[in-house]
């Protein structure tokens, strides 16, 4: 059973940067990819980036040019580098990562980013 654990979530002003990180309990390129989903309250849970096992990568439009998505293969470990937070980046964030057909999740990181 893999298992992604996520950290570096917290509270920051308008404008600030964190970073999160996922760790894989098994060989990151084993995924067919990784990447970040957020869940708002009251929203639905969207994609807001993807790096392929192969190193492409997607970002979504709402954060592209502010959030770096990257991974570190010798740690097996991914990262979603958050600049120029929003308010309306608050959210809970999930590392999730599919596999033969079956999706794995973490238990996500909160971000609160305040006005």
């Given at each position: ?39 708002a ?14 190193g ?45 057909g ?14």
């Open positions: 059973q893999e298992q992604l654990v996520e950290s570096g979530g917290g509270a920051v002003q308008a404008g600030g940067s964190l970073r999160l990180s996922c760790a894989t309990s098994g060989n990151i390129l084993s995924f067919d990819a990784t990447g970040w989903y957020r869940q309250p009251g929203k639905e849970r969207e994609l807001v980036a993807v790096i392929h096992s192969g492409s990568t997607y970002v979504a439009d709402s954060v592209k040019g502010r959030f770096t998505i990257s991974r570190d293969d010798a740690k097996n470990t991914l990262y979603l580098q958050m600049n120029s937070l929003k308010p309306e980046d608050t959210a809970m964030y999930y590392c999730a990562a599919p596999k033969g079956t999706g794995y999740w973490g238990r996500g990181t909160q971000v609160t980013v305040s006005s």
